[in-house]
């Protein structure tokens, strides 16, 4: 079974600066998708960017960038010039491909979030 | 564009009652689940679908119930209500492809007395 880890309980920033979230994820399987979620208070989730497993340009969202390191499984999520909207809870996923056989079906992990709290 | 509804909001039962939260997308969607979220441990799978009269098992299947009859509609049934099912819950739905992102329902905050 494929497993999420996101080590950081909360992290802070001042606001315009930069901060990066960490994801690990452990997984046997070749191809899949990760994505990171923006939870805030209002409980939404909302899709932050999405890498698919097989393309080694980090994907680029704006403000929001991975660093995609697919050997050592780590999909971390940078914000730049952070803004207090940023404030929220963020959540790493892991997506095995339907089609691939086996009875992952697909199936969405999440981590156990990460609480970013923007300082004006 | 509707996306996920999911009803109700908040909901408190009293131990051993029994109720259904109900989920409806409009997108056509084969892929549908749910999940529970309790702080420090993220969103957990309960059950999902991967298409009309197809349910399996997630991570945390133990007290509830699934059906899936039409292609719009996932309800989850809860048996005899606990206090340890005191959560917030979210239906999603996506596209049955790897690349799809999950659409969520905005969830209902259930208590458990």
């Known amino acids: 079974a494929q497993t999420v880890t996101q080590s950081q309980p909360e992290m802070s920033v001042q606001e315009a600066e930069t901060v990066t979230l960490s994801c690990t994820y452990d997984t046997s399987e070749s191809d899949y998708y990760l994505f990171w979620y923006k939870q805030p208070p209002s409980r939404q989730m909302i899709l932050v960017i999405r890498?698919?497993?097989?393309?080694?340009q980090n994907a680029t969202e704006n403000r929001f960038s991975v660093n995609f390191q697919k050997a050592a499984k780590s999909f971390s999520l940078k914000i730049s010039d952070s803004q207090l909207g940023d404030a929220a809870m963020y959540f790493c996923a892991y997506r095995s491909d339907p089609n691939a056989g086996g009875t992952s079906y697909g199936k969405l992990t999440f981590g156990q979030g990460t609480i970013l709290t923007v300082h004006p | 564009n509707a996306g996920v509804t999911q009803t109700p909001k908040f909901q408190v039962l009293k131990t051993g009652q029994s109720m259904t939260l109900q989920c409806a997308q409009d997108?056509?969607?084969?892929?549908m689940s749910w999940y529970r979220q309790d702080p420090g441990m993220g969103l957990r799978l309960i059950h999902y679908s991967v298409g009309a009269g197809i349910t399996d098992q997630g991570e945390v299947p133990n007290g509830y119930n699934v059906s899936r009859s039409t292609t719009e509609d996932f309800p989850l049934r809860l048996l005899s209500a606990a206090p340890s099912q005191t959560s917030v819950y979210f239906c999603?739905?996506?596209?049955?492809?790897?690349?799809?992102?999950?659409?969520f329902g905005n969830g209902t905050r259930l208590t458990v007395t």
């Open positions: 890498q698919e497993a097989y393309k080694q």
């Open positions: 997108m056509n969607h084969e892929y």
């Open positions: 999603a739905s996506s596209q049955r492809t790897v690349n799809s992102p999950l659409h």
